[in-house]
């Protein structure tokens, strides 16, 4: 079983309906992300948890919320998708023992129509 | 604040070819680099890291980089290159406690 695991994995969505993408790890880590990957745009971030009472805006918040509602479990909301928002997203988890080294799931591929 | 740039976004090189993908950063104070590699369709794994110690580190499949603090960079070289190294490749700076940054990426062809 994969230690970082995203769902849904593919999702088409209409333009201004409500969609979550879930993440959970079993790496006990207490360090969490969300980013979105486009071409020529790399990954950015856009938020961050270090532990469940901690969350924290990336570089492209607008447009997204999030919730982490245990350890394991980091949820990303797109509360009214536009088409732009149309990307990869991946969830990452790290911790500081381990030197902050990302372990990603396999990523959600999001089309909003 | 930390950030992270990469030269190249997009080399092609034939197989057997030497490879080397710049990455330069900036911050401060001490810092991780991170190499990560993403294969089409797969999700970004790590390739190689850097905490301290001896500035040449390898990696997975005959990759290593090379540390030189007084040109704040991290570049991957490989001698030579295989069709399957056709990936994208970002490197990423962890200064202190703070969150972790990525370069936009270096898109890899390696034609055979």
């Known amino acids: 079983d994969a230690d970082v695991t995203q769902t849904p994995r593919n999702r088409i969505t209409k333009t201004g309906k409500r969609i979550m993408l879930e993440c959970s790890q079993t790496?006990?880590?207490?360090?969490m992300y969300w980013y979105r990957q486009d071409p020529g745009l790399g990954l950015r971030l856009i938020y961050y948890s270090f532990d469940v009472k901690d969350i924290n805006k990336g570089e492209i918040s607008d447009g997204y919320s999030v919730s982490r509602q245990a350890q394991a479990k980091f949820s990303l909301s797109l509360e009214s998708a536009i088409p732009n928002q149309t990307a990869l997203y991946f969830c990452?988890?790290?911790?500081?023992?381990?030197?902050?080294?990302?372990?990603f799931g396999a990523g959600t591929r999001l089309s909003v129509l | 604040a930390q950030s992270v740039s990469q030269h190249n976004h997009h080399v092609i090189l034939s197989e057997a070819a030497s490879l080397e993908l710049g990455c330069n950063y900036s911050y401060g104070g001490t810092v991780n680099l991170f190499w990560y590699v993403q294969y089409p369709g797969q999700h970004l794994q790590l390739l190689l890291k850097?905490?301290?110690?001896?500035?040449l580190v390898k990696g997975i499949k005959g990759f290593e980089a090379e540390f030189i603090k007084s040109k704040f960079s991290f570049n991957l070289r490989k001698p030579s290159v295989q069709w399957s190294d056709t990936a994208e490749y970002f490197c990423?700076?962890?200064?202190?406690?703070?969150?972790?940054?990525f370069g936009t990426g270096t898109k890899l062809q390696v034609i055979p």
């Open positions: 990452a988890t790290s911790d500081l023992r381990g030197k902050n080294i990302q372990y």
């Open positions: 790496k006990g880590h207490d360090r």
């Open positions: 850097y905490f301290s110690g001896d500035p």
């Open positions: 990423a700076v962890n200064g202190g406690y703070q969150k972790v940054t």
